[in-house]
T-cell receptor, first 113, second 110 residues
Framework: GDSVTQMEGPVTLSEEAFLTINCTYT??????LFWYVQYPGEGLQLLLK?????DKGSNKGFEATYRKETTSFHLEKGSVQVSDSAVYFC????????????FGKGMKLTVNP | DVKVTQSSRYLVKRTGEKVFLECVQD?????MFWYRQDPGLGLRLIYF???????EKGDIPEGYSVSREKKERFSLILESASTNQTSMYLC?????????FGSGTQLSVL
């Protein structure tokens, strides 16, 4: 079945450092890809998405590009802030009409001032 | 603003108790989901529902059931709680592949 593999961490960075969180997927069709973020004490919220190959999703300084040839959707940010401390989940949707998402295991990021 | 509300933020129950976790959404979404979140395992789908009185098993339905009597409400039921059901439970509704999550219920089964 469909699956998502992502860096698990935890990762600790200093403010203004560069961030990359790797995510690769296995899917039989052409999934949509997502990054969700969970801030402390809150539910998950959508950070960005991409629905087809070579699409780039972006939000709040984060970016990820849908790479079909490498089945990847790596999340990047050029300069992290303390407020980016959270758990980040990569996910895919099979687009078969079910709208079910398959999630990676999540990666906890801590950014220190 | 979009809102998915889970009735309890923290719950403590005893082994063997019947437990109800309630979730309400105010967006008129047809699709609703229950996930559990465990460290090192990420989110795993328990059950989902496409419409009133309709339910489908997810990846880990054993030990759980659900109820969807009204469009806005999706309940997760633990018929006889066990310690391995101690977890964070997340409810979500979805429109156009975007999930809206509640804040979660941290359930501890003693």
């Amino acid at each position: 079945g469909d699956s998502v593999t992502q860096m698990e961490g935890p990762v600790t960075l200093s403010e203004e450092a560069f961030l990359t969180i790797n995510c690769t997927y296995t899917a039989t069709g052409y999934p949509s890809l997502f990054w969700y973020v969970q801030y402390p004490g809150e539910g998950l919220q959508l950070l960005l998405k991409a629905t087809k190959a070579d699409d780039k999703g972006s939000n709040k300084g984060f970016e990820a590009t849908y790479r079909k040839e490498t089945t990847s959707f790596h999340l990047e940010k050029g300069s992290v802030q303390v407020s980016d401390s959270a758990v980040y989940f990569c996910a895919l949707s099979d687009r078969g009409g079910s709208e079910k998402l398959v999630f990676g295991k999540g990666m906890k990021l801590t950014v220190n001032p | 603003d979009v809102k998915v509300t889970q009735s309890s933020r923290y719950l403590v129950k005893r082994t063997g108790e019947k437990v109800f976790l309630e979730c309400v959404q105010d967006m008129d979404h047809e699709n609703m989901f229950w996930y559990r979140q465990d460290p090192g395992l990420g989110l795993r789908l328990i059950y989902f529902s496409y419409d009133v009185k309709m339910k489908e098993k997810g990846d880990i339905p054993e030990g759980y059931s659900v109820s969807r009597e009204k469009k806005e409400r999706f309940s997760l039921i633990l018929e006889s709680a066990s310690t391995n059901q101690t977890s964070m439970y997340l409810c979500a509704s979805t429109l156009n592949e975007k999930l809206f999550f509640g804040s979660g219920t941290q359930l501890s089964v003693l």
